[in-house]
């Protein structure tokens, strides 16, 4: 069991007031299997006048706010303590074959929606190649999740600056480079191209690598992974292609759904404001382990 500090900061600096602001974010984690939130605050400033904190289709907390006050600079900041035991998958061995997991998907709507593809995981017949040497006929579930794992860490050039939130699947599987966005974005194409579910999990890794280990990709921000399901009996398996790992206690969950889009930390309309300049800040400290 880890035991986490997590602190995310979100700053907004207007060049002209913004008379009025509605805000809509995924920015409360969620509990889930391994996860436990012990407490959460979200402090905005302004105050806005109105606060609705709801549950969305996939289960995650949304906290949508209004600010009607003239105002430069709009702050969020999430500070949780979240409690992670995250439970070991089974051998890979011992997983269903991959396309056992495709034909059960299909019956069970829960699952079902995350084998569709989304905007930004349309997968195209160089995607579903990618994806088929992986999974060979009769190939074992997590057997084949954990070559394409690697193989996408291996493939890709991890560099910031170079896509966007709008950057898709395809696009990615020409460049081969991006951030941990476009990394999962790739790995839930290929899934998608074989029928099976694959979710976007967005989140948090832990800032400083346990001792010996190097320091991974996408620590001191927000970061994303894929979630993939092994069936009725094992449930949801969690992978992270940016630093190829198989999801264990060094990561924090914020929300899941099909795409980037689904889980976005914060969007939404303002009246005034100009240009603007954007802060974020992330620390994800263990202080019991």
Known sequence: MTLYRLH???????????????HYMHLLPRDRP????????????????????????????????????????????LSATVEVRQPPPPAPEDTLRW????????LDPDVAEY???????????????????????????LTGLLELNQRIFSDMTYRGGVTSNATTA?????????????????????????????RYVSGYLRTLSPPGEARRRGADQSH???????????????LDPTNNLLVADEHVTLAWGRDFRDVSPLRGIILGGGRHTLKVGVDLEAVLT
Request: a negative charge; hydrophobic letters at 45%; one cysteine or more.
């Open 115 to 141: 084998c569709l593809p989304s905007d930004l995981t349309t997968p195209q017949n160089d995607i579903a190649d990618y994806a088929a040497v992986s999974f060979l006929p009769g190939r074992k579930m």
């Open 34 to 77: 391994g996860q436990t939130i012990r407490e959460a605050q979200l402090d905005i400033s302004p105050a806005p006048e109105t606060r609705r904190d709801e549950i969305d289709h996939f289960g995650n907390p949304t906290t949508t706010v209004a600010i009607t006050g003239a105002h430069k600079q709009f702050a969020v900041a």
């Open 170 to 198: 395809a696009q990615t599987v020409v460049t081969r480079i991006g951030v941990c966005q476009d990394y999962a974005h790739f790995m839930l194409a290929c899934l998608r191209a074989l029928g099976l579910p694959g």
């Open 8 to 22: 995310h900061t979100t700053l907004y600096d207007y060049a002209a007031p913004v008379v009025l602001g509605t």
């Open 99 to 106: 396309e056992a997991i495709a034909a059960k998907a299909l």
């Open 224 to 238: 994303a992974w894929v979630s993939s399901w092994l069936g009725p009996d094992a449930g949801w398996v969690d």
